[in-house]
């Protein structure tokens, strides 16, 4: 059974920063191409960052500099380091997996940046 669970999320303050966690199973992690994608309230779903099986990565232009994705094989898990967040960064934030064609969605952890 395909896993995947976000965890670190919560609140808070502009300029602060997260670490989200994505704890997977049942699959091969190592052959997956890992995203985190956001959503807030009244916006469509966002792409932030990417990262291939080779440790590749790309972001959103929006999180370009702030925002650090990255994994561990080892532990089938994927990070995204969030530093000076703002506001705007507000959203339910989820890891997707990808391979081949199948994708893979966790239920999405609560990111809320507000002092």
């Known amino acids: 059974q395909v896993q995947l669970v976000e965890s670190g999320g919560g609140l808070v303050q502009p300029g602060g920063s997260l670490r989200l966690s994505c704890a997977t199973s049942g699959f091969i992690f190592i052959i997956s191409v890992i995203r985190w994608f956001r959503q807030a309230p009244g916006n469509q779903r966002e792409l932030v960052a990417r990262?291939?099986?080779?440790?590749?990565?790309n972001y959103a232009e929006s999180v370009k500099g702030r925002f650090t994705i990255s994994r561990d094989n080892a532990k089938n898990t994927a990070y995204l380091q969030m530093n000076s967040l703002k506001p705007e960064d507000t959203a339910v934030y989820s890891c997707n997996a990808l391979i081949n064609v199948n994708a893979y969605w966790g239920q999405g952890t609560q990111v809320t940046v507000s002092s």
């Open positions: 990262i291939s099986t080779g440790g590749i990565t």
